[in-house]
């Protein structure tokens, strides 16, 4: 039996996350089924399935969307010119990017129209990185570890620095001190890549890891943020292991041990409580390290349609549509896990 269980805060759910859920979720509710995503949603197993079951598509490539369809772009960011592919093939496209995935779109942008070649410390193939590079596609220089800075050879160009949000700041942190010692002039954004949920979970894992043996973290393999959690943990020296269900318990020892148990910022919280349940520690405590306040908006043109949706449903029924109208205005205290069960 585990001896202590620290239940971690800040985990699970970010603010993009959040956003991309009750995105979906509307977009179920107002526009005819089915409704296509480009990429997962967010990289969670459980929740893609949840939408599977209610008729959402997932596709990768803007050739598979059928024409005038109804089609969600995910919160990991799309290329310009591959968001512009949708635009022209659906009927209706909404992009519910996370607003600190578009910060380094941005950045992208400024720097090569400043023409400095981009070095965008990411990992090759994920979502994210690949829709960062297609801002820039040919000046930006995708790279993953410090090695990879010495192929870099832009000795003649001015260089900026960008990152993917999801990074373990372990692994970011000599990659930053090698191309800042490689190229002195270096350009960084004003504020770190690296997402506010990424660090605070992140930090929040540090500080609990000197009272426990082991951590066990909620999340997807592919989940950038979820892994960076565990590299985190053993980068300490400790052991961490990735879970996704009961089942992944079997072959991990949690006999009189103490354990942290936290999750990647796509991870249901149902989850985390089924495995605290499952594991009946002698004695559970919640370790708060911070409190996050952060909220996105709903994508624009998703606000745009429910508003006016909800004029007309105003008008046409004036007694009977309270709520339709009041829906857009209490998002903010509509939360992800409700919206799941909304479904
Ligand atoms: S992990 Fe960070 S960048 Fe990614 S969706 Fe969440 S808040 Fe946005």
């Given at each position: 039996m585990v001896n202590n269980l620290y239940v971690v805060t800040p985990r699970g759910f970010c603010a993009g996350v959040e956003m991309a859920i009750k995105a979906l979720t509307w977009m179920l509710k107002i526009y005819d089924e089915p409704v296509y995503c480009y990429h997962e949603i967010v990289h969670n197993d459980w929740?893609?399935?949840?939408?599977?079951?209610?008729?959402?598509?997932?596709?990768?490539?803007?050739k598979d969307l059928p024409k005038d369809s109804i089609v969600m772009l995910s919160a990991h960011g799309t290329a310009p010119t591959v968001e512009m592919e949708f635009k022209n093939t659906s009927m209706t496209s909404v992009n519910s990017v996370c607003p600190l995935v578009t910060k380094v779109h941005h950045e992208a942008r400024r720097f090569s129209e400043d023409g400095k070649k981009i070095i965008y410390v990411g990992h090759k193939n994920h979502d994210e990185a690949i829709g960062a590079l297609g801002v820039a596609p040919d000046n930006m220089i995708l790279v993953e570890s410090v090695e990879d800075i010495d192929q870099t050879n832009l000795h003649n160009d001015k260089v900026a620095l960008l990152a993917q949000t999801t990074l373990a700041m372990s692994?970011?942190?000599?990659?930053?001190?090698?191309?800042?010692?490689?190229?002195?002039?270096?350009?960084?954004?004003?504020?770190?890549?690296?997402?506010?949920?990424?660090?605070?979970?992140?930090?929040?894992?540090?500080?609990?890891?000197?009272?426990v043996d082991k951590v066990l973290v909620v999340g997807s393999s592919t989940s950038s943020n979820t892994n960076a959690l565990v590299t985190t943990i053993n980068n300490l020296g400790k052991e961490a292991h990735r879970i996704e269900t009961l089942d992944?318990?079997?072959?991990?020892?949690?006999?009189?041990?103490?354990?942290?148990?936290?999750?990647?910022?796509?991870?249901?919280?149902?989850?985390?409580?089924?495995?605290?349940?499952?594991?009946?520690?002698?004695?559970?405590?919640?370790?708060?390290?911070?409190?996050?306040?952060?909220?996105?908006?709903?994508?624009?043109?998703?606000?745009?349609?429910?508003?006016?949706?909800?004029?007309?449903?105003?008008?046409?029924?004036?007694?009977?549509?309270?709520?339709?109208?009041?829906?857009?205005?209490?998002?903010?205290?509509?939360?992800?896990?409700?919206?799941?069960?909304?479904l």
């Open positions: 929740i893609v399935q949840r939408f599977k079951d209610k008729n959402v598509i997932f596709i990768e490539d803007p692994e970011w942190e000599p990659i930053l001190n090698k191309a800042k010692s490689e190229y002195q002039n270096i350009e960084l954004p004003r504020k770190s890549d690296l997402c506010y949920a990424t660090t605070n979970r992140q930090k929040a894992l540090i500080n609990i890891s000197n009272k992944d318990l079997d072959n991990i020892s949690l006999d009189n041990v103490d354990v942290a148990i936290t999750a990647g910022a796509s991870a249901p919280d149902h989850i985390v409580k089924e495995i605290s349940e499952y594991l009946n520690p002698n004695n559970l405590e919640f370790f708060i390290d911070t409190t996050e306040e952060e909220y996105f908006p709903l994508p624009k043109e998703l606000r745009s349609n429910i508003t006016s949706l909800s004029k007309l449903l105003k008008n046409m029924f004036p007694t009977n549509s309270k709520e339709a109208v009041n829906g857009i205005s209490k998002d903010k205290s509509w939360s992800a896990t409700e919206a799941l069960s909304s």
